[in-house]
């Protein structure tokens, strides 16, 4: 089905700033919603910041105030706007987009956030 494709993963200073983007084969428009997600080794997939179809977005409370989900207009991107990083913030971010009960995932960025 949808391919995703994220970039933009690197490293980061504690501090800094970082935009993650996430291109679609399919209009994510066509999808319930689209998000990011973040895992570190030996942790469970956690959720960073979602959007539904309506643009209604969703933030765990670490990223409140810090990050910043996006999608274009034509719906053929996302984007994770990162600022005030934190060494926890290490990890891979995934791009997802959900249809109904079924999620796809991209392959994941490498985000890493040490001085």
């Known amino acids: 089905q949808v391919q995703l494709v994220e970039s933009g993963g690197g490293l980061v200073q504690p501090g800094g700033s970082l935009a993650l983007s996430c291109a679609a084969s399919?209009?994510?428009?066509?999808?319930?919603?689209m998000g990011w997600y973040r895992q570190v080794p030996g942790k469970e997939r956690e959720l960073v910041a979602t959007?539904?179809?309506?643009?209604?977005?969703n933030y765990a409370d670490f990223a409140k105030g810090r990050f910043t989900i996006s999608r274009d207009g034509a719906g053929n991107m996302v984007y994770l706007q990162m600022g005030s990083l934190r060494p926890e913030g290490t990890a891979v971010y995934y791009c997802?987009?959900?249809?109904?009960?079924?999620?796809?995932w991209g392959q994941g960025t490498h985000v890493a956030v040490s001085s």
């Open positions: 399919e209009n994510i428009f066509n999808y319930n919603a």
């Open positions: 997802s987009a959900r249809l109904l009960t079924r999620t796809y």
């Open positions: 959007i539904n179809v309506g643009g209604m977005t």
